[in-house]
């Protein structure tokens, strides 16, 4: 054992030499950014693991730490990492990173898609012959994402869903209609009149046909409130139209093929679905959502929650006119909304 005497203005210590501890680099992970695939910038990262440093440096997150401190038991079982992800202008994007088990350090991972940028698409379909009257009911078919089948929602999402999780088609039943009373979007309560037919289980489909949210009910309340099993993603203005529905058996299953936030409009699926209505499986959060986009009686229609997508594939038909489609539209993240229209002729 080696010791030293260390003599300072407030007093005399002897010190004991003790194991030399070297910061070493642990885990290099390339940055991008998930709608221009460039390396984003103005990022910071903190870690939320002890003896664990994160920092950004020329588009690569860097963890650095001691090791056997940092990495403890690594030759024989993977170690997971948490990191929190900060970029201006975006939410907060909290990471966990699995070092697989007897690697090498620094671990070079793949790289990590950071979110981007929400934006909404809309426009307006009209007779390409003049003198160019709207056209209302139009269908709109979105389509075109790398790994993924594009599924655009007339609804967004109220709750975040991990990658992997099972989405279905929805059989629903009519069994009535309704008039809702204001609620603003996040409530769980919403006035209804009638509320006879509706129970626990009762699907409420609010609003117009094309921009229609569905929810659950979990209960009815005195005043013909009725209790959501989930929150509304948007404002409900007094008089809004409500169809009810009995929820059916579900159909062609398949997956997220990426993880969803809270708003986003656009789903990405590991195969396409042509379900009216598809359900997002996810136990006490599990939502139902109308696909396939539809124009108003002005002809215009509105896609919101379009997330780190840069490219869509658009198809737009009516009856009674010719078929426009499929067309690839670039989106801008810096347009909000990204407007396309679209002239169908005759």
Same mark, same amino acid.
């Given at each position: 054992m080696v010791t030293?005497?260390?003599?300072?203005?407030?007093?005399?210590?002897?010190?004991?030499?003790?194991?030399?501890?070297?910061?070493?680099a642990l885990v290099v992970i390339a940055l991008l950014d998930e709608w221009t695939g460039a390396a984003p910038e103005q990022v910071r990262a903190l870690s939320r693991t002890p003896c664990?440093?994160?920092?950004?440096?020329?588009?690569?997150?860097?963890?650095t730490g001691v090791p056997a401190r940092a990495m403890p038991g690594l030759a024989t079982a993977d170690r997971t990492v948490t990191v929190r992800i900060e970029r201006r202008g975006h939410r907060n994007q909290d990471v966990d990173l699995?070092?697989?088990s007897g690697s090498d350090l620094p671990w070079f991972g793949p790289a990590l898609a950071l979110?981007?940028?929400?934006?909404?698409?809309?426009?307006?379909?009209?007779?390409?012959?003049?003198?160019?009257?709207?056209?209302p009911g139009a269908a709109l078919?979105?389509?075109?994402?790398?790994?993924?089948q594009l599924v655009a929602l007339r609804a967004p999402l109220a709750f975040a869903h991990e990658a992997g999780i099972a989405v279905s088609g929805c059989a629903l039943t009519p069994i009535? /209609? #309704?008039?809702?009373?204001?609620?603003?979007? *996040?409530?769980?309560?919403?006035?209804?009149?009638?509320?006879a037919d509706i129970g626990g289980g009762t699907v409420l489909a609010l609003g117009p046909p094309e921009r229609e949210e569905h929810v659950i009910a979990a209960r009815v309340?005195?005043?013909?409130t009725v209790v959501l099993r989930i929150p509304l993603a948007r404002t409900v203005i007094d008089g809004t139209p409500v169809r009810l529905f009995g929820a059916g058996g579900l159909s062609a299953p398949t997956m997220l093929a990426r993880a969803v936030h809270p708003g986003d409009g656009v789903i990405v699926s590991a195969a396409a679905s /042509? #379900?009216?209505?598809?359900?997002?499986?996810? *136990?006490a959060r599990t939502e139902l959502r109308a696909t396939g986009l539809r124009s108003d009686t002005d002809g215009r229609w509105r896609l919101d929650g379009v997330r780190g997508i840069p490219r869509v594939t658009l198809t737009v038909s009516a009856p009674g006119l010719t078929t426009v489609g499929p067309v690839v539209h670039l989106l801008s993240a810096a347009a909000d909304p990204n407007v396309i229209d679209i002239d169908l002729p005759a």
């Open positions: 030293r005497t260390v003599v300072t203005p407030t007093g005399t210590y002897r010190t004991v030499e003790g194991e030399r501890l070297r910061t070493e664990v440093r994160a920092h950004v440096t020329d588009g690569y997150l860097v963890l699995v070092v697989p979110d981007s940028a929400v934006v909404a698409v809309a426009g307006r379909v009209r007779e390409a012959d003049h003198p160019n009257a709207p056209v078919e979105f389509r075109g994402a790398a790994g993924g009535g /209609t #309704a008039t809702a009373g204001p609620a603003a979007s *996040g409530s769980i309560r919403v006035v209804v009149t009638p509320s309340e005195p005043g013909n /042509t #379900a009216g209505v598809i359900e997002v499986s996810d *136990g």
